[in-house]
């Protein structure tokens, strides 16, 4: 059973800067997607950035150039750094890994952006 436990969520000022981290209780390699959703009260779980194991990265057009991923094979863990946040970004953060027709999600770290 994959398990996945994110940490580094908190309280944030609109410009200010956080990262997360999902740790991965087996090697990353063997998946076949890695990454970081996100769900703001009211709203859907949304897809937020994902490694593939074809070596594609997949993120959302608008968190482009703000929200860089990134990764450490050798300590099987994701990470989510998070620049100049804005109130919107304000939501619960999720890591997600995909094996084998899998979904497995961590428990989730809140992000709150406010002044």
């Known amino acids: 059973q994959v398990q996945l436990v994110e940490s580094g969520g908190g309280l944030v000022q609109p410009g200010g800067s956080l990262t997360l981290s999902c740790a991965a209780s087996e090697s990353i390699l063997s998946f076949n997607a890695m990454g970081w959703f996100r769900q703001a009260p009211g709203k859907e779980r949304e897809l937020v950035a994902t490694?593939?194991?074809?070596?594609?990265?997949n993120s959302a057009d608008s968190l482009k150039g703000r929200f860089i991923i990134s990764r450490d094979n050798a300590k099987n863990m994701v990470y989510l750094q998070m620049n100049s946040l804005e109130f919107e970004d304000t939501a619960v953060y999720y890591c997600?890994?995909?094996?084998?027709?899998?979904?497995?999600w961590g428990q989730g770290t809140l992000v709150t952006v406010s002044s």
């Open positions: 997600n890994a995909w094996k084998m027709g899998k979904d497995y």
């Open positions: 490694f593939y194991s074809s070596g594609v990265t």
